[in-house]
Nanobody, 127 residues
């Protein structure tokens, strides 16, 4: 399993932006599927965005609810995954987790199959 540490969460007003980071010391994300997931109180964990990178090619995937607002990327040289969140809405509030699964894989936004998880970072969007 890959040790993952998220950061960058916080409280913002609707329409604001946040950038989340997920670091994995000593591991390369190349060849892994990486994903961002969130969980609001009383709700199931849901996928937000995922990405698969191999060599110089990246393949992102997004949940319909965040398309056009969120962007997933990674810096393999720094072993860091990012989630840029723009035009935030109150319904984006929740604990955000990054996760990894080794290849072969597809960058699915379902949490099924991801076997390494971070501790999470809280995102709160007020109206």
């Amino acid at each position: 399993q890959v040790p993952l540490v998220e950061s960058g969460g916080g409280s913002v007003q609707a329409g604001g932006s946040l950038r989340l980071s997920c670091a994995a010391s000593g591991y390369s994300f190349d060849g892994y599927c990486m994903g961002w997931f969130r969980q609001a109180p009383g709700k199931e964990r849901e996928g937000v965005a995922a990405i698969y990178t191999l060599g110089g090619s990246s393949y992102p995937n997004y949940a319909d609810s965040v398309k056009g607002r969120f962007s997933i990327s990674q810096d393999n040289g720094k072993n860091t995954l990012f989630l840029q969140m723009n035009s935030l809405k109150p319904e984006d509030t929740g604990m955000y987790y990054c996760a990894a699964r080794p290849s072969p894989c597809r960058p699915a936004v379902s949490p099924v199959g991801y076997d390494s998880w971070g501790q999470g970072t809280q995102v709160t969007v007020s109206s």
